[in-house]
């Protein structure tokens, strides 16, 4: 059987009320808290029965924030939308809404905790 490649991402984080007030904001989402024993975890949304991947904001203090070479794309309608409400939740718009010819288009921004995320649409 064949899956798509990405099956869970997780975001690591600071200040686990910071990072929620921005991802809630900016995606226009609600975080659930998932029970872990070392560490504070909220999931996105999961369903198993669409496509695409899940995954969580993770506090734990073995595992810093930012800097990593990991970049994970939101999926929306359009990215401009998302990518306008980046400032007002605490982050910052590194690179404007761009086409990447018939794939669509992205823009990039950096969360409060400094890690680099994407935001990918069609229109």
């Known amino acids: 059987m064949r899956v798509n490649p990405v099956g869970w991402f997780e975001i690591y984080v600071q ?3 910071r990072a929620k007030a921005f991802y809630e904001g ?10 872990g ?17 899940s995954g969580a904001l993770v506090q734990a203090e073995c595992i810093a924030s930012g800097g990593n ?3 994970v794309y939101f999926s929306c ?17 590194e690179r404007a809404k761009m086409s990447i010819g ?8 950096l969360d409060p905790d400094g890690n680099m995320i994407g935001f990918h649409s069609m229109k």
């Open 15 to 17: 200040d686990m009320n």
């Open 26 to 35: 900016v995606l226009q989402v609600q975080l659930e808290k998932l029970a």
């Open 37 to 53: 024993p070392d560490f504070e975890m909220w999931v996105f949304g999961m369903y198993p029965e669409k496509t695409g991947a």
């Open 69 to 71: 070479s990991t970049l």
């Open 77 to 93: 309608e359009d990215c401009a939308q998302e990518e306008s409400r980046v400032v007002q939740y605490g982050g910052k718009v």
């Open 102 to 109: 018939p794939y669509g288009f992205i823009s990039l921004a």
